[in-house]
């Protein structure tokens, strides 16, 4: 019997796979499912380009001045380095470019991390209409929230990945100096690398009770796993905020630990078994 003529049905189906699909036409629905996705991206990437340079002067290189917000606040505080930072001290990094084609380049790749970050929720939603109807009914409302909490958790990320963890640790790095006779110059390739790699890593790191999620669905961890090795959690955690941002003022290290931890609460707290 050729292959498009034998009926492929979804495993949830309501209706018991009456209107089941060929194998063919699952490939084809996934095929246009692609070129939605492709063709959201490409645009929202085309605006990203247009409005680059505004984005990138009041956004992008936010950071990189005394003039950023999270640079305002704390020098409010008035820290002294022991527990709170001192951001009293005007504080501004001159970004260069050594590359004659980095600037484009920048351009471009910036453009789509961009988009692709804004677009995300929309490739959730695509990922969603094509799984939904091999699934049960329970399945489709307990997928459909853990698409809608995973898209929150990796926006909630990213935004502290932006208005915390980067710029402390961004300040940290362009002020550290092993010797005086060392200026530092910061590289545009540097910065943007360092900049979308701990925005990213974030918004990752922010899906964990997403992941665990799964994984107990899957019947690979449960709330006992999670409790009895807690206290080594807090230790990879600790160690990880560490790495992340390597201050060395305990008020840094606990900006970013806090969530961390939070978030590996979270996760036990939204397993059920």
Same mark, same amino acid.
């Given at each position: 019997?050729d292959s498009?003529?034998?009926p492929?049905?979804a ?7 009456? *209107?089941?699909?060929?194998?063919w036409?699952?490939?084809e629905v ?6 939605r996705i492709a063709a ?11 409005a680059?340079p505004?984005?990138? *002067? ?5 950071p990189?001045?005394?003039?950023f917000? #999270?640079?305002?606040?704390l ?9 709170f930072?001192?951001?009293?001290g005007?504080?501004s990094? *001159? ?7 980095t ?6 790749s910036?453009?789509?991390? #961009?988009?692709?970050i804004?677009?995300f929720?929309y ?7 094509f ?5 049960f009914a329970?399945? /489709?409302?307990s ?17 502290l990945?932006?208005g915390i963890?980067f ?5 940290f ?14 590289? #545009?390739n ?14 990752i ?9 799964v994984?107990s669905k899957?019947g690979l ?9 807690r /206290?080594y959690?807090?230790?990879v955690l600790?160690i ?8 060395? *003022? ?7 630990? #806090? ?10 707290k939204?397993?059920?078994?």
């Amino acid at each position: 019997m050729d292959s498009k003529e034998v009926p492929v049905k979804a495993a949830g189906d309501s209706n018991g796979g009456e *209107d089941g699909m060929t194998f063919w036409g699952h490939l084809e629905v996934l095929r246009w499912c692609l070129m939605r996705i492709a063709a959201v991206l490409v645009i929202c990437m085309a605006g990203c380009f247009i409005a680059m340079p505004h984005i990138f *002067d009041s956004f992008i290189l936010g950071p990189a001045s005394s003039d950023f917000f #999270l640079y305002r606040w704390l020098s409010s505080l008035h820290g002294d380095g022991t527990i709170f930072p001192d951001f009293s001290g005007r504080f501004s990094v *001159d970004i260069i470019n050594i590359n004659v084609t980095t600037q484009f380049t920048t351009h471009i790749s910036t453009s789509f991390w #961009l988009a692709l970050i804004i677009t995300f929720p929309y490739m959730l939603y695509e990922i969603w209409r094509f799984i939904r109807p091999a699934l049960f009914a329970q399945e /489709k409302r307990s997928i459909g929230a853990a698409f809608l909490s995973g898209s929150l958790m990796f926006y909630l990320g990213c935004a502290l990945g932006y208005g915390i963890v980067f710029p402390f640790t961004f300040r940290f790095l362009a002020e550290y100096s092993i010797s005086s006779e060392i200026v530092n110059q910061i590289s #545009l390739n540097s910065y943007m690398n360092n900049f979308i790699m701990m925005i990213f890593a974030m918004g990752i790191v922010f899906e964990i009770p997403l992941l665990a999620w799964v994984l107990s669905k899957m019947g690979l961890i449960n709330k006992a796993f999670l409790r009895k090795y807690r /206290k080594y959690a807090v230790v990879v955690l600790l160690i990880l905020a560490a790495v992340i941002t390597p201050t060395g *003022d305990p008020f840094t290290l606990m900006v970013v630990f #806090l969530p961390l931890y939070l978030l590996y609460e979270l996760a036990i707290k939204i397993i059920r078994k």
